[in-house]
């Protein structure tokens, strides 16, 4: 045991964490340079077009007598929870700060993950190589934060390659030894599982104690499931078999089940002759973002619930009810991170599975209190009761951190404000570079708060939020009428003293996305029954007179009527196909 290393690397986004982890596969020779490429550890599809880390990835590799474990981790705020479970599977954590970025707040707050958990820090500056790069500076904001000794910090670049060396020899001489007794009772932590066509449920363990072989009678502490292990063996960065897992191991267990809901994240697996105690899972992660999942065809419903969870077993943070709409027929009420956990989730169904999917508006969980006492939460502006029978709403309220350069303090206290966000006080990192501290209602941030966050700051700004606590919240459901039906889908809350100004945006931007009609289009935002905000779009229109050449005008005339009174009957009867692009233009607004 004394010569195994586990650790793995927790960064800001695009700070480079999947590059550093290239070069030390290359080092130590785990990949064959003809099948190197690059963000080799990135093995989905979308991961690789989108340049970001979207699942955790161990890989072990073996370096001058030591095995060292690494797993690769995400860096956006929608994936924390991805980092957290990485971190509970090793002794160290690379923390990597980009030499042109400096400290970010992510950086802050998975370093906080990380000491939580007692874990070593290696700190690393990253592309030293770029003309932007101020490595000088940016060591004594990594000094300010981890009060380490500048010598301890070692400057690299992963992309050249140049002292990548070091960081391994760092790792292998401050990274402690995994503790653990190869003869004690196994537990196995399941940090990270998937699902396999032909293996059924394969879990990602860190051992913490005993052995596992091929063949050996297992039972899961939390679900109470048992069976039997088929094979075990590393990552390097395929599944490579071996006959046995040892304490102080990463590795993986092909567990023959049949049934996702055995194999939970954050389990326990032991013995069932000889059972050892529970590890203790992690925090359950509450999702913070709501919408509908519909199948556009309603005979797909059957792989839709089947692809949700299988993604349920390797997403953890993935949350999921059915849901049954009378407009858009079965499908599933899910809970997410943020807005860009939701986007993956939406692509992966559509690519693993080939599906065809309707998106409802996300909203934030709402808890009301009825004027009967009674206590409901709802996920959905359709849950909301009628306002005669409400006597309380509370909305969920974060704490949110940016990390901006001074100059653009004054724009981002103005959207804040804008926001409704409440200030709290102001750090500053070194004489440039601060951090905001501010309270403010998720359903603020929800939708194109990042983006205007980056606009403004032109880039340089970065946010972390989490959750503290739930508010009175003043708010409305506001319906949407295309016309004159109401679209269920296409509803919303919102702040009762910015509803008109909401509404006017939404039809605005409705009448931008709808495609137009043999008829007129009425679209309306109503309140209670109150319109309060409306627009049309015209009829598409056939030139019915075209065939006509000379005689009276009145045979003219007789053809346009004719053509009226059609537009007229097929208004009061039209029914229009809302498409995918509405849902995102209420919800970008």
């Known amino acids: 045991m004394n010569q195994i290393r586990n650790f793995c690397i927790i960064a800001h986004i695009d700070h480079g964490k999947s590059t550093l982890a290239d070069r030390f596969l290359e080092i130590t020779k785990t990949v064959e340079k003809r099948n190197m490429k690059d963000q080799l550890l990135d093995r989905m599809d979308l991961e690789r077009e989108r340049g970001i880390t979207i699942k955790l990835q161990p890989v072990r590799m073996d370096y001058q007598g030591y095995i060292l474990n690494l797993i690769d981790t995400p860096g956006h705020v929608d994936f924390t929870y991805e980092v957290s479970r990485s971190l509970a599977a090793v002794e160290a954590a690379i923390l990597l700060v980009d030499a042109t970025q400096g400290v970010?707040?992510?950086?802050?707050?998975?370093?906080?993950?990380?000491?939580?958990?007692?874990?070593?820090?290696?700190?690393?500056?990253?592309?030293?190589?770029?003309?932007?790069?101020?490595?000088?500076?940016?060591?004594?904001?990594?000094?300010?934060?981890?009060?380490?000794?500048?010598?301890?910090?070692?400057?690299?670049?992963?992309?050249?390659?140049?002292?990548?060396?070091?960081?391994?020899?760092?790792?292998?001489?401050?990274?402690?030894?995994?503790?653990?007794?190869?003869?004690?009772?196994?537990?196995?932590?399941?940090?990270?599982?998937?699902?396999?066509?032909?293996?059924?449920?394969?879990?990602?363990?860190?051992?913490?104690?005993?052995?596992?072989?091929?063949?050996?009678?297992?039972?899961?502490?939390?679900?109470?499931?048992?069976?039997?292990?088929?094979?075990?063996?590393?990552?390097?960065?395929?599944?490579?078999?071996?006959?046995?897992?040892?304490?102080?191991?990463?590795?993986?267990?092909?567990?023959?089940?049949?049934?996702?809901?055995?194999?939970r994240v954050g389990d326990t697996i032991t013995l069932v002759k000889d059972p050892g105690q529970s590890l203790g899972g992690y925090k359950v992660v509450k999702p913070m973002v709501y919408a509908g999942i519909f199948c556009q065809e309603g005979d797909e419903y059957p792989r839709l619930r089947d692809g949700i969870e299988k993604l349920k077993l390797n997403d953890s943070a993935l949350f999921f009810e059915p849901e049954n709409s009378p407009a858009l027929g079965f499908g599933f009420r899910c809970g997410f991170l943020g807005l860009l956990h939701l986007e993956i989730v939406q692509e992966r169904l559509r690519r693993e599975y080939g599906l065809d999917l309707v998106i409802t508006t996300p909203s934030v969980a709402y808890k009301v209190t009825k004027s009967t006492g009674e206590e409901i939460t709802i996920h959905s502006p359709q849950e909301l009761p009628d306002q005669?029978?409400?006597?309380?709403?509370?909305?969920?309220?974060?704490?949110?951190?940016?990390?901006?350069?001074?100059?653009?303090?004054?724009?981002?206290?103005?959207?804040?404000?804008?926001?409704?966000?409440?200030?709290?006080?102001?750090?500053?990192?070194?004489?440039?570079?601060?951090?905001?501290?501010?309270?403010?209602?998720?359903?603020?941030?929800?939708?194109?708060?990042?983006?205007?966050?980056?606009?403004?700051?032109?880039?340089?700004?970065?946010?972390?939020?989490?959750?503290?606590?739930?508010?009175?919240?003043?708010?409305?459901?506001?319906?949407?009428?295309?016309?004159?039906?109401?679209?269920?889908?296409?509803?919303?809350?919102?702040?009762?003293?910015?509803?008109?100004?909401?509404?006017?945006?939404?039809?605005?931007?409705?009448?931008?996305?709808?495609?137009k009609q043999q008829f007129v289009l009425k679209i309306q935002a109503a309140v209670g029954g109150k319109i309060i905000a409306a627009e049309r779009i015209s009829a598409l229109r056939k030139d019915v007179t075209a065939k006509l050449y000379g005689g009276d005008v009145t045979r003219k005339r007789k053809l346009l009527e004719k053509q009226k009174k059609g537009k007229k009957r097929m208004l009061k009867s039209g029914k229009v196909d809302i498409p995918q692009e509405a849902y995102m233009a209420v919800l970008k607004r």
């Not at 007794?181 to 293996?199: C, N, P």
């Open 104 to 263: 970010e707040a992510q950086t802050v707050a998975n370093l906080y993950l990380a000491l939580e958990q007692n874990l070593t820090i290696i700190p690393v500056i990253n592309k030293i190589d770029l003309p932007a790069a101020h490595p000088q500076q940016v060591k004594k904001e990594i000094v300010n934060l981890l009060g380490c000794a500048e010598e301890e910090i070692i400057e690299v670049s992963a992309k050249t390659g140049q002292n990548v060396e070091k960081v391994l020899q760092a790792v292998i001489k401050q990274t402690p030894q995994p503790s653990g007794e190869v003869a004690g009772k196994v537990q196995a932590l399941i940090f990270d599982s998937t699902f396999d066509e032909y293996k059924g449920v394969v879990t990602y363990v860190r051992l913490k104690n005993g052995q596992l072989h091929p063949g050996d009678r297992i039972s899961f502490i939390g679900t109470q499931a048992a069976s039997e292990v088929l094979e075990v063996g590393y990552f390097k960065p395929d599944y490579q078999k071996s006959a046995a897992l040892v304490a102080g191991e990463i590795g993986y267990i092909v567990t023959g089940l049949k049934d996702l809901e055995k194999a």
């Open 388 to 515: 005669n029978y409400i006597s309380a709403i509370m909305e969920p309220y974060m704490i949110i951190d940016i990390i901006t350069p001074k100059d653009y303090i004054g724009e981002i206290m103005t959207l804040i404000q804008e926001k409704r966000g409440e200030y709290k006080n102001t750090e500053y990192l070194d004489e440039n570079r601060v951090i905001l501290h501010y309270h403010i209602p998720l359903a603020s941030i929800l939708v194109d708060f990042y983006d205007s966050l980056k606009s403004l700051s032109s880039g340089y700004a970065s946010l972390n939020y989490e959750f503290l606590e739930y508010r009175p919240a003043d708010v409305v459901r506001m319906d949407i009428l295309v016309s004159d039906e109401l679209v269920e889908a296409l509803a919303t809350i919102v702040y009762e003293d910015s509803a008109h100004q909401v509404g006017k945006k939404i039809v605005n931007a409705l009448k931008n996305v709808l495609p």
